[in-house]
């Protein structure tokens, strides 16, 4: 019981991350920007594959340990969204769509120099305008480029889908994740498959993407556990002192 509950945290964590990240990149964009949608339907279609299906296979793929036999019961009234997955939400959400907005606007791509035949390059172009090519006006690697927003948005969420797996504030949010054949499996498929549908950036700057995203959104949830772990050795000993306080009379203003 313990493992299901956690699991529809984590994986509403995930959710609600993901979606607010779009929304608030997407509001930028269009009011202060005035650029148009940052994804086209295809991105966002694979987006939502990525988040609600994949993502999903993923975090519920843990399996139950004697570590959830430790912790005290859970109330049937305690709601599934905790304090500290409301600070994980807000804040994962913040660094990641700053984090997003910053690499859209100012990380240059590197022109392509293959030759192409007349045949693939129509499937490419094609494709690219599916995959949300970046315009003409902006094909000198300069300015905002959906390709871009679509790769760090789905890089984004592959590494979040790994700080999820812990929801209690664990500082090492990898621990078990090797042992999970099932987790390492889907998530090489979402990074395979996107690989393929990348759109208009080269391998070079897409694995330059990957490891900004994955280094950033994982330095910043260690960060953020660590804060919540000198938060939570703080309040036994301030509990403590109140308690002694009040026990000798001592007015506590």
């Not at 966002?44 to 594959?49: G, K, Q, V």
């Not at 590494?159 to 987790?183: H, P, S, V």
């Not at 998530?187 to 993407?209: A, H, P």
Request: charge should be negative; hydrophobic fraction near 45%.
């Amino acid at each position: 019981g313990r493992n299901i509950r956690d699991a529809a945290c984590k994986f509403i964590q995930f959710q609600l991350i993901i979606t607010f990240v779009f929304m608030l990149v997407l509001l930028v964009e269009v009011l202060v920007f005035m650029n148009s949608s940052p994804l086209s339907l295809v991105q966002s279609l694979w987006l939502n594959l990525v988040q609600d299906t994949l993502g999903a296979l993923a975090l519920a793929s843990d399996r139950a340990d004697t570590d959830m036999l430790k912790r005290k019961p859970i109330s049937n009234a305690a709601p599934l969204i905790s304090q500290r997955m409301y600070v994980n939400i807000v804040a994962q959400t913040l660094f990641q769509s700053c984090q997003l907005l910053l690499l859209a606007h100012l990380y240059e791509l590197e022109e392509s120099d293959t030759v192409e035949s007349d045949s693939d390059a129509l499937l490419h172009r094609w494709w690219d305008y599916a995959m949300g090519r970046v315009d003409d006006s902006d094909s000198d690697g300069s300015g905002y480029n959906s390709a871009i927003v679509f790769n760090v948005m789905v890089m984004q969420t592959l590494a979040n889908q790994f700080c999820m797996r812990k929801i209690y504030g664990e500082i090492n949010f990898l621990a078990g994740a090797k042992d999970n054949a099932w987790f390492i499996a889907v998530s090489s498929l979402e990074f395979g498959l996107q690989i393929i549908v990348r759109g208009n950036i080269n391998y070079r700057d897409f694995i330059t993407l990957s490891c900004i995203s994955f280094a950033g959104v994982w330095t910043f949830q260690t960060l953020l556990n660590l804060v919540h772990a000198y938060i939570d050795t703080k309040r036994p000993i301030d509990a403590s002192i109140e308690k002694s306080r009040s026990n000798a009379g001592i007015e506590i203003t």
